[in-house]
């Protein structure tokens, strides 16, 4: 089944307590990108990669890190995790050919206490 | 600062009513303008998508009305349905006409039909 999927689904953690979320998709998709959904701000993209190792800033990078070391896996990193960094993450997959659709990922809700 | 503007936040609306969500932006640069549904618990979907070079763009009951001069677009739902009740966001882009790349997004519109 084509899809996009990320781990941890749900984590609890603490200030300061380094962290990876991964994402991983199965569809060969050149494209990929993180978001992040806070209630009453939306959607606000942190980081995204055209392909292997070519990565860029989006709105909200500050904070995160991001690899892309191979096509199907691209983790957010948060180094030092603080509480505005809780929020529902989104992870997003694309082949480059089309110029719309977007696969998202189940979602995952981080809570940092 | 929020680079696209979505109202309004919440729209509740009569089983066969039309929805109206509005959008507006002041980078002129954006060429492509999107939005999105997302269901609680899911990961937003593409619902429908216009150029700047077009003023309206219809698929089934979704119709983006787009007004370039304004720099405004905003979604109609028609005969709006309880299966349209979810979170719609508007989006933009300077991709070329791609949502590849940078997007930027609304704060989104959280609509509720009433049966």
């Known amino acids: 089944e084509a899809q996009v999927t990320q781990n941890p689904r749900y984590l609890i953690t603490v200030t300061g307590k380094k962290l990876t979320v991964t994402c991983s998709q199965n569809?060969?998709?050149?494209?990929m990108s993180w978001y992040r959904q806070d209630p009453g701000l939306g959607l606000r993209q942190i980081y995204y990669s055209m392909n292997v190792e070519v990565t860029d800033k989006g709105d909200v990078p500050e904070g995160y890190k991001v690899s892309r070391k191979e096509k199907r896996n691209f983790p957010l990193i948060l180094e030092s995790p603080s509480p505005n960094q809780t929020s529902l993450y989104f992870c997003?997959?694309?082949?480059?050919?089309?110029?719309?659709?977007?696969?998202f990922g189940p979602g995952t809700r981080l809570t940092v206490l | 600062q929020q680079q696209v503007k979505q109202s309004p936040q919440s729209l509740i609306v009569q089983k066969g009513g039309i929805s109206i969500i509005n959008c507006a932006y002041e980078?002129?640069?954006?060429?492509?303008f999107p939005w999105y549904q997302q269901f609680p618990g899911k990961g937003p979907a593409l619902l429908i998508a216009i150029r700047p070079d077009v003023s309206e763009k219809k698929e089934g009951r979704f119709t983006i009305s787009f007004n370039k001069s304004a720099k405004q677009f905003s979604l109609h739902i028609m005969d709006s349905q309880p299966g349209d009740s979810a979170t719609y966001f508007c989006a933009a882009s300077m991709n070329r006409g791609s949502t590849l790349g940078r997007l930027y997004f609304g704060r989104g519109t959280q609509l509720t039909v009433w049966p």
């Open positions: 569809m060969n998709h050149e494209y």
């Open positions: 997003a997959s694309s082949p480059l050919k089309s110029t719309d659709t977007q696969y």
């Open positions: 980078n002129t640069a954006f060429d492509y």
